[in-house]
């Protein structure tokens, strides 16, 4: 094992509660006091907890069956034992007590994490650089899940080999919802009637939000409806055979473990009774997420395997699927990318919508014509044409979203849509600037002002940009296939005089009414909000790859056709994220009708109401990232052209920063973007709102530990490599430790990092300034070690988790 791994310290004398928080117990001192065998230590009293000594028993029942052989390998247990009567807040304990009375909706309340170390491939295995993979491997599971709603049960198996089993009924009900609201919120608009070219009806029949899933299961019933000649045209009966058929149980299986894998990254939202936004990265959340996660992708086969709708939806989903913090580079490559997930599901979709059954052959397989009159048929009989036309045509249209996104975020051809050459005339494409020119017409006879903007027409508004925001996608991945092709330079003026003069019809269009909507945004729904700021930052960021990919390719004379329109997107882009961290959107989590919540008082109470950053919730977290990156880019070349001043530069940067803060941490690319982000702000340049020293006390005054302190902010490190430059840097802290008689030390628990911090600090800090550590792995004598320091006394740790046996005498 590395080094820098810290192994479990063993724990004497201390009560299970002591002993599972790494506490000093004083059961026996206080037993031996009061003359009482039965006397519970002070920290199991103050909690109205009974202080019991289970883990010892534990260790000699080991002992005594030590000659049976162990039937798992690689297991650890971990169990939180909490009572109903801690001095909890009443709004807690009275949902704790109402949970008492449910018995069908398991949780992971109490988990155990069982892990048979044959079972996982040996491609799991991390490389010993990876720190995190190996901390998420050995540590066992201990946080207490706070769900609203949720039970207690019999404990639950957290193995490799588990899926979606592993959350409660509750707990699954609830990723689902978070997934409509997060992710069907704004993809359903951008696939409704007011943004889909191909059934653009402003008075029609075509709902205004589409549910993609859905619309994905309504096709896929159709078809099977089809495909039996329409002997089960009854709905009941229909429905019925459906769900009979095992294939389309599979199928059906496949998108709810998708969707669950999906929505796993907002775990923290619910589990937790502190703010979202100040989460740690929780190892039980962690491990959740990667157990998902690899569920899913084993299932990827097997549904490229069985086409459908739902199939291609699963695959499209599982693309957008964040790949989990601690996932190797190894693991990673040993199986299906999210890339050839979309690849496969655009063949899907191809394959559906042709619905021929001519010769096809491979050089593995060949599939001869069928004559059948089951075959499916060109309109299936059992429902109304036109509506099963306008159903095909969203679908079709989603997969060209995912396709067009595809083209331009990655190196990778357009597959449903041509080209360089040829994509001016495809119907769809024609059909959105025509679909611009019927909203352009309409708005001409709405009364301008924003005492008229409802709710209703910012939703037209919006949706109606989001199809010519997927036109401007497509121009800029046009633009990019001439830059990456070598194409003559005729070609590439070509492309990008489209990007300019898509950008001017988009200004002129829709950038008027999008103010008008912005204007009155706080009196709009939080939907509408949300879909304002992903259309607003989605758009705007088109045009930042844009530039990205002219710098890259060092074409700068390009630039100066972009000159206006690279300054308004990163405007637009950084107002985008600060109205993402200042505006909040309340998810609801509403009580199972079986659980028994609404007799006892329950049901629908705030503990049920989560309030959450636009941001946290926003469904593509991967295009934040890009945009931050970006827009960090962005800030450092201004910076260095003076054209914005350092005051201006550390509250930008403080922006990008709390905007990655506020995504899904158990993202692999979200902790690496935090992780290479913070060390690099440029030499002199102070973060904003933070302060030189970790905890600050006035010279003159009596010293106490919790008056006038600030503290730094930090975050999880996931590799050592990341270590070189520590987001704290003494260098900077030098200075405020000037005249502070305390300097507080709060580094990741890495001994060489710990003592190359405090012989640092002991260099730059006053004589008389007081180092304190709060290592809960190290003591004062082990980080010390070997250190020649100008006064090792003033060195005092300042962690309380050390038990008495262990604690040296400059221990403080």
Not at 362 to 391: C, H, L, M, W
Not at 487 to 515: G, M, Y
Not at 613 to 623: A, E, F, K, T
Not at 685 to 708: C, K, M, W, Y
Request: glycine share 6%; hydrophobic share 35%.
């Amino acid at each position: 094992m590395p080094e820098r791994l810290v192994a479990r310290r063993t724990q004497f004398s201390s009560c299970d509660e002591c002993r599972r928080s790494r506490v000093a117990c004083d059961a026996r001192s206080r037993r031996n006091a009061v003359d009482d065998l039965s006397a519970p230590c002070t920290r199991c009293l103050n909690r109205n907890r009974s202080c019991t000594f289970n883990w010892i028993k534990g260790a000699k029942t080991d002992t005594s069956n030590a000659e049976s052989p162990p039937k798992r390998r690689g297991r650890w247990r971990a169990a939180r034992h909490y009572s109903n009567d801690t001095s909890l807040p009443q709004s807690i304990v009275a949902t704790e007590a109402s949970e008492e009375t449910s018995e069908e909706t398991p949780t992971r309340r109490r988990v155990d994490i069982d892990i048979d170390l044959d079972s996982i491939s040996n491609s799991n295995s991390p490389p010993s650089g990876d720190l995190w993979h190996n901390v998420a491997d050995s540590v066992p599971s201990t946080r207490l899940a706070s769900l609203p709603f949720a039970d207690p049960s019999p404990q639950r198996s957290v193995s490799a080999n588990s899926g979606p089993d592993i959350l409660s009924n509750g707990d699954s009900k609830w990723l689902q919802g978070l997934y409509r609201e997060g992710f069907e919120a704004v993809f359903g608009s951008w696939m409704g009637r007011y943004s889909c070219p191909f059934l653009f009806e402003p008075d029609g029949l075509v709902e205004k939000y589409v549910s993609i899933s859905d619309l994905c299961c309504h096709l896929d019933r159709c078809m099977t409806d089809a495909a039996a000649g329409g002997r089960t045209r009854v709905q009941g009966q229909d429905a019925a055979s459906i769900q009979g058929n095992e294939r389309d149980a599979l199928i059906e299986q496949s998108l709810h473990s998708t969707i669950t894998a999906f929505s796993a990254r907002w775990l923290p939202i619910a589990s937790s009774p502190v703010p979202f936004h100040d989460l740690p990265l929780d190892l039980d959340n962690c491990r959740v997420v990667q157990v998902l996660w690899r569920h899913a992708r084993r299932d990827m086969l097997r549904i490229i395997n069985r086409p459908s709708y739902r199939s291609m939806l699963s695959l499209f989903l599982f693309a957008l699927t964040p790949i989990p913090a601690g996932i190797s580079e190894d693991e990673e490559t040993d199986g299906i990318s999210g890339q050839a997930c979309v690849h496969a599901a655009l063949q899907q979709i191809q394959t559906l919508r042709a619905r021929q059954r001519n010769l096809q052959f491979s050089g593995s397989k060949v599939s001869p014509s069928q004559r059948n009159p089951q075959a499916i048929y060109g309109t299936p009989e059992s429902v109304d044409p036109s509506g099963f036309i306008n159903a095909e045509s969203i679908a079709y249209w989603a997969a060209l979203t995912f396709d067009t996104s595809a083209s331009l975020t990655l190196n990778c051809r357009s597959l449903l849509s041509s080209g360089l050459f040829g994509f001016e005339y495809e119907m769809h494409w024609r059909l959105v600037r025509t679909c611009s020119k019927m909203f352009d017409e309409t708005a001409k006879h709405w009364r301008q002002g924003s005492s008229e903007m409802t709710d209703e027409r910012a939703n037209q508004i919006i949706a109606a940009a989001a199809s010519w925001k997927l036109l401007g996608w497509k121009l800029a991945a046009i633009f990019k296939e001439a830059i990456r092709d070598g194409h003559d330079e005729a070609e590439v003026r070509k492309a990008l005089a489209a990007v300019v003069d898509s950008i001017k019809q988009f200004n002129i269009t829709f950038r008027p009414h999008l103010d008008e909507c912005h204007k009155r945004i706080q009196f709009l729904g939080q939907r509408t909000k949300l879909r304002w700021f992903s259309l607003m930052f989605h758009y705007h960021l088109s045009i930042l790859m844009l530039l990205d990919i002219i710098e890259v390719a060092d074409r700068h004379d390009l630039l100066a056709d972009l000159e206006d329109s690279s300054a308004e997107a990163e405007n637009t882009v950084m107002n985008a994220l600060a109205f993402g961290l200042h505006n909040t959107m309340t998810l609801r989590r509403v009580p199972l009708s079986n659980s028994g919540f609404l007799s006892h008082g329950v049901g629908v109470t705030n503990d049920a109401t989560i309030t959450v950053p636009l941001l946290s919730i926003d469904p593509y977290p991967h295009h934040v990232v890009a945009g931050v990156q970006l827009m960090r880019k962005a800030i450092d070349r201004d910076l260095a052209n003076g054209k914005i001043a350092e005051g201006s530069y550390s509250s930008l940067f403080s922006t990008l920063e709390r905007s990655l803060g506020l995504l899904p941490q158990s993202s692999k690319s979200v902790q690496a973007a935090r992780a290479k982000f913070s060390p690099s702000i440029p030499d002199g340049v102070a973060r904003e709102g933070q302060s030189h020293a970790t905890i600050h006390l006035h010279a003159n005054d009596t010293p106490s530990l919790f008056e006038n302190t600030t503290i730094l902010d930090c975050h999880p490190v996931l590799n050592m490599d990341l270590l070189a430059a520590p987001r704290t840097s003494v260098a900077l802290i030098g200075a405020g430790t000037q005249g502070r008689r305390l300097a507080f030390m709060c580094v990741p628990e890495q001994l060489p990092l710990k003592r190359r911090v405090i012989s640092e600090l002991d260099a730059l800090a006053a004589d008389d300034t007081i180092i304190a550590s709060n290592s809960s792995s190290y003591s004062c004598s082990e980080i010390l070690d070997g250190l020649v320091l100008k006064n090792k006394r003033r060195v005092l740790s300042a962690h309380s988790y050390w038990p008495p046996e262990t604690c040296g005498k400059s221990t403080l």
